[in-house]
């Protein structure tokens, strides 16, 4: 009946770095959320409270910082590939490092229309996230990584049907042909290779992730997301593999009737919870082996 | 020893309602998160436990549904003010009447250059707020009305100082020709009169506000703030007050120099708790009365 | 057309402090989450940017530590007076002083029956609250203390009616003479006296106000939050006023008939928005002046 | 270069019944918060467009509330086996069901000395748990339940030591011998039977666990966990593995030495962000396959 270490992993969360790009008067900004994690046999520090394999956090949260000046922030995978690296480099034990990075978005503030050198407002539309992961060193080094975007709140005022659907004794929904459409979508995507344009790259799925939303016509949240999906993979060969969680913001048309009052889909009650969830994967018939590109990400699989 | 009920108020809270405006193919949203509230007196429901002088809250959720029909969305200002005067006019105990809204900013997804009809994309830089007070009916009747903006997150990477401040036992920051200067501002500006174009007006607010916050040289956050708010004040008459709260959203230099990197202004902590917060009123000498125009507001006055 | 700095106040806010009292092998905490501000003339810093009258947050948040150590915490309520004081002895320019503490609740881990000497777990329950304001020195300072509870969620399953109430034309709301009743309570009491027992007064209106909550039969939450209080102020003769802010949390029948199954009172959906909130204060005929007590305590009034 | 659906799942989230059982004027309640969700063969729904196979989360919805009259709520893992077995038997297309439960804890309101028989106040000390996962029907159906607690937060004032780990180019972290260790605790463990008393084995893990965290001296949060789940394993044999996620919350030591004022482990600052993050598996060497047990569980395997 022996008892055993399993699976563990530890690291540093919520690292806050903000850094500054001032070469020139026109300042850029990089804004990070950055979280840490090294795997391995850390069996020492469980079982026998010898820290002696253990790379502080406090550690890893000051290679985070000082990585952002030697370093510079091109993208938020570049840096993650490189805080993991160095992470496997220094910690004889870990067999995998997982790097997790949020990026706030800011744009300069419009002054007589023209876009501020050093003053910044923070815009929504979605935050952009990445997830690295890579195990091993030198020959043995795989790397994989995966980029996203959540808290991208999209909403259709027409073009949504719900109907045809299966239904039960506890059933009482109607079928309806015109609803509002609403989410806030999490959409990963894992690419097969680390040599490409991460900026441009990311850029161009987010847009066609919009485009999509906004061009398919809805007969279900899951066809929305696969059909999203699909776009995805066919213009971007560089894209394995897309997962979508995407909460069904439900809006109610609200029953004006008792007072007299037609209400043909002009006022909804947007309601917090219960909602939807609809979770999904697309993905190449041919995709490589995610490895540990998915390790740690919540979600469905 | 007589004890007696005080001030009270009653309402409905956090009203979602979305209203579609579909009268041709390009739709317009409007996102308002509602509260109303009623004041005046109303001993007999908390003394003697009976409701005949109480509009149940649920009816009040149900008038701004169906408002939101009858009348339209044109601006939360027009729409707090219809509701104020709707509740006063149904519940005589009640002489007062506060609408507070929040809402939300959509903006068109973007497909090949071209904003769709029906397809929308929550975008961030600030929430548009509402809080409108009516008192009174027919000839006594007085409304006022505070517009602002809120989670308004903004950034300046340089012109920014902060020294020659009194110093006490406990002083130990030191003196700064050079910092980052970051808030997420709460604003609101009282108007003197309810005959104005509410959109129009607003968005040439929040865009001097943000002119200001970029080209202000700032000597501390106060200054900054009250730069803003005479700006406001000069170019709009029917403006008599502005309110700012402002969390001073530090971001730390962090000292990279035990790994031997030198970090002149690049790389930042940007810090949670503590931080500091600065409230400020700017107001014309020969301002209004502001009457119940503050009633319920946050803040420090 | 004078343009001027109105009311203002400065401060740091979120100072989380926790201290141990280790005299003993049996250690106590107090948590606190402190907010110091400070208002006065301090127009020198917003209109001409000269900081030489403002004592960096920074110092204050120092002193809040330093403070902890050298005055200990025995009460929020005395460690804020402290505070208060202070800060108008250092600050020659500000004429008062507020001082806002939240304490979390921590409870000695249970070992097979006795409480742990220095292992705690944290318990809700409520959040106890300490609103300290000073105005002025020497011979002219004033002091008040307003103290409560917030978080204080309470449900009672019957003892709860709703009838009697006016009805408009938008009224569609079924009456009810049994009914959940469940708030999320914050009370606010103010003391007209800083010479009294801070946490045994605390601990014994807040018994007073769960044991009030769960006795009086309700006709409507206003009659309840008034019953309370009205109890608070017949116990307590050192508190002058207290104030309720109540979200009505409103747990409806769920209706199961379409699935042939009864349901007497027994299966609720609990909603999140939108809710009632009903906000109340209840004093003495012959209440003190509450000066600058309520300053910057959101609310009603 | 084809393209396909991979796994996916949909279901209902965050459906917040409570339960009375009123059959005595001693009342019980229970306070669940439930999602559903159905994995399987969804492709014509996310494909075609075609939702037949579909059964409308708002029918789980409803489900959720209708059983919570039928069948009672007795503990959340047997709510959830049997919602998982109806979701089952009425969606001919799901090969799984996940059943996610939350639940509040309430305790009665204490009127002078006794409970009170039907009013409650909401208590911390962490939220209970249950992840129900069953895959197929009859004879090849296999059940899992996962039981747990999360935001248990806990704190040691002492007893707590973190030394002799490694060091790298970014490590200057001092050496402890004595700490405060503090955690919100995710504990979560695996049956290997569905055949116990959920309800008495729940407290008794969750007693033993808060025990643990008490006694065992601490040379690290990775230790500590592993004692824990240690001794969870050691005396319950109906469990085979217990899985931790703890975020070591940082007390920092508040250097008062610049005031002159001595701190000797007495007065701390209680930092959010960033935080340390230890996750770690203990199981049983001869542990049960742990099939879909682990489903989409947030975490770190």
Known sequence: MAIRLGPNQYGKAGIHVVRVQRDTPRHEIRDLTVGTSLRGDFSRAHVDGDQGDVLPTDSQKNAVFSFAKEKGVDSPEEFGLALADHFLATSSRADGARIEIEEATWSRIDVDGQGHDHAFVQTGG????????????????????????????????????????????????????????????????????????????????????????????????????????????????????????????????????????????????????????????????????????????????
Not at 216 to 238: C, K, N, P, W
Not at 280 to 295: E, I, K, N, Q
Request: hydrophobic residues 40%; aromatic residues 10%.
């Open 126 to 301: 979605g935050t952009r996230t990445a997830i690295v992961n890579v195990d091993g060193r030198g020959a043995d080094r795989t790397a994989h990584v995966v980029s996203g975007v959540c808290d991208l709140v999209v909403l259709k005022s027409t073009g949504s049907e719900f109907h045809g659907f299966l239904k039960d004794t506890y059933t009482t929904l109607e079928e309806t042909t015109d609803r509002v459409l609403a989410t806030s979508l999490v959409a990963r995507w894992r690419y097969n290779t680390t040599d490409l344009d991460w900026n441009g790259t990311f850029a161009a799925v987010k847009a066609l992730l919009l485009k999509q939303f906004a061009q398919i016509h809805s007969y279900a949240l899951q066809q929305t997301l696969y059909g999203m999906g699909e776009s995805v993979l066919e213009e971007f060969r560089v894209i394995d593999e897309i997962r979508f969680s995407a909460p069904n913001k439900h809006h109610f048309l609200v029953d004006l009737s008792p007072f007299g009052v037609d209400n043909p889909g002009e006022v909804f009650h947007a309601a917090d919870r219960p909602y939807g969830l609809i979770e999904a994967t697309v993905l190449r018939d041919d995709a490589t082996d995610p490895g540990s590109a998915w390790h740690a990400v919540p979600g469905f699989v």
